[in-house]
Nanobody, 125 residues
Framework: QVQLVESGGGLVQAGGSLRLSCAASGRTFSRYAMGWFRQAPGKEREFVAAITWSGRSTYYTDSVKGRFTISRDNAKNTVFLQMNSLKPEDTAVYYC??????????????????WGQGTQVTVSS
């Protein structure tokens, strides 16, 4: 069984930064691509970023390009989301998820089979 635990969320002013972490259990972490999603109140869950198993390739939704960076440390079974220049519209619960394959960089939730419980990010104006 795979468990994903997010941390690093909190309250920050617009223009500030946060770094989210997602720690994964199990020995197969490095074999799978990973992704970050977010869900704001009253809205559907949306894709934020993804990274392949090796970390060599990444993919971002347009609204976070140039502000967010996804990375991973396979030795520590952890994936990160560095969020800079935060905006109030970034306010959401952020979830990490494990993709079903090693190189998947898509935004389709069904292509991810394990999800964390989420961490709240609130950006004040």
């Amino acid at each position: 069984q795979v468990q994903l635990v997010e941390s690093g969320g909190g309250l920050v002013q617009a223009g500030g930064s946060l770094r989210l972490s997602c720690a994964a259990s199990g020995r197969t972490f490095s074999r799978y691509a990973m992704g970050w999603f977010r869900q704001a109140p009253g809205k559907e869950r949306e894709f934020v970023a993804a990274i392949t198993w090796s970390g060599r390739s990444t993919y971002y939704t347009d609204s976070v390009k140039g502000r967010f960076t996804i990375s991973r440390d396979n030795a520590k079974n952890t994936v990160f989301l560095q969020m800079n220049s935060l905006k109030p519209e970034d306010t959401a619960v952020y979830y990490c998820a494990r993709a079903r394959s090693e190189n998947y960089l898509g935004r389709v939730p069904i292509e991810y089979d394990y999800w964390g419980q989420g961490t709240q990010v609130t950006v004040s104006s």
